[in-house]
Each structure stands twice: as structure tokens, then as C-alpha cells.
T-cell receptor
Framework: AQSVTQLGSHVSVSEGALVLLRCNYS??????LFWYVQYPNQGLQLLLK??????LVKGINGFEAEFKKSETSFHLTKPSAHMSDAAEYFC????????????FGQGTRLTINP | EAQVTQNPRYLITVTGKKLTVTCSQN?????MSWYRQDPGLGLRQIYY???????DKGDVPEGYKVSRKEKRNFPLILESPSPNQTSLYFC?????????????FGPGTRLTVT
């Protein structure tokens, strides 16, 4: 079965600083990996995803993530944080076999300091 | 506009009083799913449906029922709610057979059971 671990339930950075949100996954078969963002009082919105091919994927709002199979990681980064990036971020994994369900990490709340 | 809608958005009820949370999508998606979101636990799948009349349990199905009589609708039923079902609930949908595809989430239903 798949699982996801997000390191750090809360991350705080200054406006303009690098954003790094960590995600490690466990899967016995090739995974599909996702980052979703949840703004206050809203549903989840897809930021980016890795399926196959290029391991560095770019998403919306300047975010990107790199799939590292050897490290079983899919960390999310943004070079320069903006106040509007304050939200909760979820890493998720699924596979093509079985029920194909999406398994989420615990979430990381990102705070941006002015 | 492609969307997933949920009703109600907020609900306060008492223990044991049956309730239904509706979910509807207008994207002709076969796959629909219900999640609950709790602090520190991320999103956990309650039930999912691969298509009309096909439903199955997720990770936390106890105390919940679902039905899928039409493609667009996937209601969540709590026949005898208890305080431990106080949570934020999300419905989601995607095309079936595409686990790598984006899941589209509704805006959420915040349920309080007293």
C-alpha cells in the first residue's frame, strides 16, 4: 500500500524567501505524485503532478517539484514566497493498480511573514 | 463552468439525527470519492465509486453510507451521526481509468455533531 509523509506540519518563511515543503512517499510500484493546495475556506486545487518522464515538474503560481526515485521524495519548492502563497499544502500519491485511490499526507501549513 | 458542488456548506446537528450531504459534478466523471479532513491527519477516503451502482469502502467507512444511482450525484449519508464524525468533508471526481489525472474537489462541508 502507498503512504505519504510530509515533514513539518507548519512552515514559516519570509516574503521573498525560498519555500521548501518536504514530501516522502512509499510505494511498491511506480507512483503518480501530486501536490494540492488548499486556501482558507476552499476546496483543494491541483498545483502540479508527476506521472512519467521529466522528473522536474512545474506547476501553477511558480511552484515546482522534483521526483527523486532513489530518495522516494517529491519536495515542493518556490524560489520567492509571496503573501498569497499562505495556505495548506498536501502531497498525495496513487498507483495504477488496485483501487487507484489517492493517499494524502498530513498537510503542511505555510505561513508567509511580511 | 466545470465544478463539483456540495450542500450544505455548513451543518450543525445533534447525535443520532440522520443527515445527507449532497455532491454533484457536471464533468461526466465516472469516478467520485468522499474524504474527511481532520487536523494532523490530512484527507482520508471514506467511500469511492468507480461508476454508477459501483461503490466501495475507503479507509474510514464506519458510520457512513453512500449511493450512486446517477453518474453526476454521489450523496454521503450519516444515518446516526456521532460527535467523532465532526469534520470537514470533501467530495471529489475525476475520469475513471486515469489515476494520474487531476481530482476536482468540491468546496467542502463543515459538519459539527453535538
Amino acid at each position: 500500500a502507498q503512504s505519504v509523509t510530509q515533514l513539518g506540519s507548519h512552515v514559516s518563511v519570509s516574503e521573498g524567501a525560498l519555500v521548501l515543503l518536504r514530501c516522502n512517499y512509499s510505494s511498491s510500484v511506480p507512483p503518480y505524485l501530486f501536490w494540492y493546495v488548499q486556501y482558507p475556506n476552499q476546496g483543494l486545487q491541483l498545483l502540479l503532478k508527476y506521472t512519467t518522464g521529466a522528473t522536474l515538474v512545474k506547476g501553477i503560481n511558480g511552484f515546482e517539484a522534483e521526483f527523486k526515485k532513489s530518495e522516494t521524495s517529491f519536495h515542493l519548492t518556490k524560489p520567492s514566497a509571496h503573501m498569497s502563497d499562505a495556505a495548506e499544502y498536501f502531497c498525495a500519491v496513487t498507483v495504477i493498480q488496485g483501487a487507484q485511490k489517492l493517499v494524502f499526507g498530513q498537510g503542511t501549513r505555510l505561513t508567509i511573514n511580511p | 463552468e466545470a465544478q463539483v458542488t456540495q450542500n450544505p456548506r455548513y451543518l450543525i446537528t445533534v447525535t443520532g439525527k440522520k443527515l445527507t450531504v449532497t455532491c454533484s459534478q457536471n464533468m461526466n466523471h465516472e469516478y467520485m470519492s468522499w474524504y474527511r479532513q481532520d487536523p494532523g491527519l490530512g484527507l482520508r477516503q471514506i467511500y469511492y465509486s468507480m461508476n454508477v451502482e459501483v461503490t466501495d469502502k475507503g479507509d474510514v467507512p464506519e458510520g457512513y453510507k453512500v449511493s450512486r444511482k446517477e453518474k453526476r450525484n454521489f450523496p454521503l449519508i450519516l444515518e446516526s451521526p456521532s460527535p467523532n464524525q465532526t469534520s470537514l468533508y470533501f467530495c471529489a471526481s475525476r475520469p475513471s481509468g486515469q489515476p494520474w489525472g487531476e481530482q476536482y474537489f468540491g468546496p467542502g462541508t463543515r459538519l459539527t455533531v453535538t
